[in-house]
């Protein structure tokens, strides 16, 4: 009867061993970042207001505020944006001409001495509104995704496939504070 018992037993175990590692890997496929890449954090940089990172590689694109030598923001071009090659032992890089141009660079638009609004030039529906704060002043940028305004701190785009030209973008996840209850939110925008 143990024998028995003992052979049931471990039948139960070899079983319950496989469907948890059924269950584990579809867990995983389901995961809020299914990049198999490890993405850095940017640290100490200065006037950074947000930074976006996207499959294929883990290079960052950082979004800091221009000032000019007087302290006071450029009013005509806001915002400075760079490379950090972590690819390249972290390297900081300006982006190319055509990166500026079709892909991340941001156009702006002066809606007051310390509010503007921005768009990407690859991508027009998704409006930012970069705005002094009184609470620290500092400026921040702001987005509404999902009914939800969201305090910028990054963007993770899922690209699988496609070309330079047309990347075949999935999906674009905004990470930040939701305004409301100043409570940090990961909203998913399905891009169209």
Known sequence: ??????????????????????????????????????????????????YIQRDPNTNTAVYAINYQENGEINKSNPIKAYWIRYAEKGEKKD???????????????????????????????????????????????????????IQIEKIFVRIEGGSFWLPNVKYAEVTGIDASSNKRITERLLLK
Not at 28 to 39: C, K, T
Not at 121 to 138: G, I
């Open 95 to 149: 982006f190319t001409y055509m990166q500026r141009k079709f892909a991340y660079g941001l156009e702006s638009k002066t809606v007051n001495n310390d509010e503007f609004e921005l768009q990407f030039v690859s991508y027009k529906k998704l409006p930012l509104t970069l705005k002094k704060m009184d609470f620290d002043q500092k400026y921040h940028a702001f987005v509404n995704v999902n009914q939800k305004k």
């Open 1 to 50: 009867m143990n024998k028995l018992l003992f052979g049931y037993y471990k039948k139960s175990l070899i079983v319950i061993t496989i469907l948890a590692g059924i269950i584990s890997v579809d867990v995983s496929a389901q995961s809020d970042n299914p990049s198999p890449l490890q993405f850095p954090t940017p640290k100490n940089i200065d006037d950074m207001v947000f």
